[in-house]
């Protein structure tokens, strides 16, 4: 696996039930809710402080989605995709990266063309059972709840970006 991740360039994620637990709450007025995990969140910017780009591929639309890319600055945000490798094929082609070069995280039946096109493929905890024979890595964390932030950790660790990107965190200082 260690092989495998240091050849990472790019993280791709799907969004329900990956970077949210897969609900979405509808209010009165027609607005949609999602929550996102901060940790995520800050997994997310230390991959792209080393180098690593992140994009998002999901099969629904949602203007919650545009928010927290821009947030996160993913400029690589594909919705509304029902075949996910089209998006997929597109990004290699903008990016140049290889299909070994992608990480790729997913949790049901729409995201395995593309889990088994990648060089690392992940799902969460809670994905559907179908999927975890396709992957490379399960995580211990369940979507929306640490699952990024986990895939996040062990490509840095596993490329040997970690001690670099977090060092400033353990500095002392004086």
Sequence with gaps: MHERLGKIRLLLLDVDGVMTDGRIIFDDCGGETKAFDVKDGHGI?????AGIRVGIITGRHSPVVDRRAQ???IDLVYQGAKDKLAPFREILQKTGFKAEEVAYVGDDLPDLPVLRRV????????AMDEVKPHVHYVTKCSGGRG???EICDLLLRESGRWENVTARYFAESH
């Design 71 to 73: 947030e996160l600055g």
């Design 119 to 126: 060089g690392f493929a992940a799902t969460v905890a809670d």
């Design 147 to 149: 699952a990024v932030r």
């Design 45 to 49: 910017k230390l991959l792209q402080r």
